[in-house]
């Protein structure tokens, strides 16, 4: 809201100095130091009202360590997260960007379907929550909008250029280019990596291929928001690895929004797409504050609020910048945990049909608490995940020079 005034003192007024202001760097920065300020300043008076409330978590017997002093914890800490990912955005931001508009609609719809699992769990006194068919329906609804607006909206291209954009004794030639919508993606570590859906899908007819595409975005959603809310099982483990993940696709953002960056990188040029780094920065800004008091031993927990919206969001920003099929290496956290509870029931289900009695694969699922069982500290183990989560970030910025 505060770029329209930043625009009008600087194009309109023309007052000295205020040009800074509209500098992506500038409003990323103030974005990510506000998210903080929100989260950490007033996260006392948060945690403080939601345990007035007696809004803590009801925690099931699994026979951990440490599990029964949890008991009460305050929960729907997420809250705190959406407050310190949405007012920066609204403030610093460009809020006619539809890239801005896309990730702020999934923040608030898929942090309103956790807030309403959270609230049936704790205030109900139900603790399935919200009907799985319910969050089901939830995140495919957000999917087909987000799907829909990728694949027809016209402010989403891809900017193609005649000649590479090159430097000359300080001077930038802007070589001809053109805007183009056109369904590609980024291919992970391959030379020519891009992938145009609509050639691959092609095949199968015109109308077709949208559909397709609206489908893998809903299942590309659904996934990494389910893998980040069961990734949210210990202390600090879900928000740590959300801030690596946020961080690395903010570099991604301010790259592909960079004409130079993105042409000598080798990554797709997206017109407005800048404006994400804003985004990124207080999504970054959030999980770090919130881990302020999320960190062992937790003073408040984010609930599905928190952990089904981070990676709804995650996902939708892969989505925006075209690095999608690079989720499974960014994501590699999420994806792993996913995989151990599908692993574990499926092989339980196999051996109970085949023997008569259900064997497993780990100790417990998801690997998380695997660990735990092992009797290894909550604390160590989170830090190995982050250790393991930066590597992947590393990799996954490996690929931005592959030509």
Known sequence: MLYPIFEY???VLDVPGTGVFRYISFRAGMAALLSLI??????????SWI??????????????????EKKGTPTMGGLMIMAGIIIPTLLFANVNNIYIILLLITTIWLGGIGFLDDYIKVFKKNKEGLAGRFKIVGQISIGIIVGATLYFHEDVVVREFTNPVSIEEGVVETPAFKDVKVAKTTIPFMKNNELNYENFLGFLGEDITPVLYILLVIFIITAVSNGANITDGIDGLAAGTSAIIGLTIAIFAYISGNAIFSQYLNVFF????????????AFVGAC????????????VFMGDTGSLMLGGVIAVLSLTLRKELLIPVLCGIFLVEN?????????????????????????????HHHYQKKNIHEAKIVTRFWIVGILLAIITLATLKLR
């Open 288 to 299: 770090v504050g919130f881990l302020w008091y999320n960190a062992f031993p937790a003073q």
């Open 339 to 367: 995989l151990s509870v599908i692993m574990q029931v499926s092989y339980f289900k196999y051996t109970k049909r085949k023997y008569g009695e259900g064997r497993r694969i780990f100790l417990m699922a998801p690997l």
């Open 9 to 11: 003192l600087d194009s």
């Open 38 to 47: 929100i989260t950490i300043t007033f996260g006392k008076n948060i945690i």
């Open 270 to 281: 997206i017109p407005n797409s800048a404006e994400l780094v804003i985004f990124c920065s």
């Open 51 to 68: 345990r007035n409330k007696q809004i803590g978590e009801t925690v099931r017997d699994l026979g951990l360590s440490g599990q029964v």
